[in-house]
């Protein structure tokens, strides 16, 4: 067979070879067809509209609308700072929020300032901001916080003498918060504008620090039950429990002869009450001998 009679039946035989297609998807449907011949792990709804680029483009834009939005959400529920109690809505009273910060100062037995600092980067090894330290940077950048269910010994103001165990009371605050962090629950505004919360010594492994309770207890305070009183997640039970337990051992203002409650000796100030109607007898403070006597059976 000559050569050019050859070549003409092997093209007869093999059939033309047709170039290649591509086939445009739309922009989300690929998605479906990640793993080869398994079936779309989709609602159909959402295969259709993967296969539709109109309704692929829509869809995309509404799910990045939606992430903004919870990302609005998320910051300003955990990332916002709160920088003094205007700042303070109703809202976040009405659901008793938990806020951290650093107190930075210590105003008086039972208050203090709140540096809030919320979200991450603020404590080591990833420290990245910090709370100011000078007066001119702290100036309307911190909330007046006054704690809930307690009453300490009023301090000299307005001309009037200091209570008894007032400056030990407030000596006690300052050495036990400030510059700590702590954890406040949020539960009102007084007529004062300040906030009224309970506050927690926040800690990082072992749990929390109660204070108002560890104020009761150590007889820094007493409870308060006058107008407005707030007695935070223990109740008013709870609380007495501990200041009597204070004033049976004769802890911190309890350890004088003769007290007086702050609250009676605000009113008795304000309206010039006599002195002995308002003071509570504690009678002799036993020495150590009467107390181990009593111990071991001897005459109370």
């Known amino acids: 067979m000559e050569p050019a009679e050859c070549a003409d039946r092997l093209a007869r035989r093999t059939p033309p070879r047709s170039a290649p297609t591509h086939v445009a998807h739309a922009p989300l449907e690929s998605l479906s067809g990640v793993v080869g011949g398994t079936p779309s792990p989709w609602p159909p709804w959402l295969a259709d509209a993967m296969r539709d680029p109109a309704k692929a483009a829509i869809l995309s834009g509404g799910c990045a609308v939606a992430v903004t939005f919870a990302g609005i959400g998320i910051y300003r529920r955990f990332l916002r700072r709160i920088p003094n109690a205007d700042s303070v809505t109703a809202a976040m009273i009405d659901e008793k929020r938990k806020i951290v910060g650093i107190v930075t100062r210590v105003g008086d037995g039972d208050g203090f300032r709140l540096y809030h600092t919320p979200g991450p980067f603020w ?8 709370v100011p330290t000078t007066a001119k940077e702290l100036k309307n950048e911190t909330l007046s916080i006054r704690i809930a269910g307690v009453d300490a010994p009023e301090l000299a103001h307005f001309g009037n003498p200091a209570q008894p165990h007032a400056k030990e ?12 962090r702590v954890k406040c629950q949020l539960l009102r505004k007084d007529q004062y504008g300040r906030i009224v919360a309970v506050p927690w010594i926040s800690r990082a492994v072992l ?5 108002p309770l560890m104020m009761l207890r ?12 707030e007695f935070g997640p223990w109740g008013l039970e709870k609380l007495q429990a501990e200041e009597d337990d204070a004033r049976k051992h004769r802890r911190g203002l ?5 007290v007086e409650k702050p609250g009676d000796f605000k009113r008795r100030v304000r309206e010039g009450g006599e002195e002995e109607a308002t003071m509570i007898d504690m009678g002799k403070k036993r020495s150590w001998w009467e107390k181990l006597g009593r111990w071991l059976g001897g005459k109370t």
């Open 207 to 211: 749990p929390d620090k109660p204070l």
């Open 169 to 180: 009371s407030l000596q006690w605050l300052i050495d036990t918060v400030e510059g700590r």
């Open 218 to 229: 150590e007889g820094m305070a007493v409870v308060y039950t006058q107008g407005g009183a």
């Open 254 to 258: 309890w350890g004088g002869r003769r």
């Open 123 to 130: 404590r080591f090894p990833l420290k990245l901001r910090s």
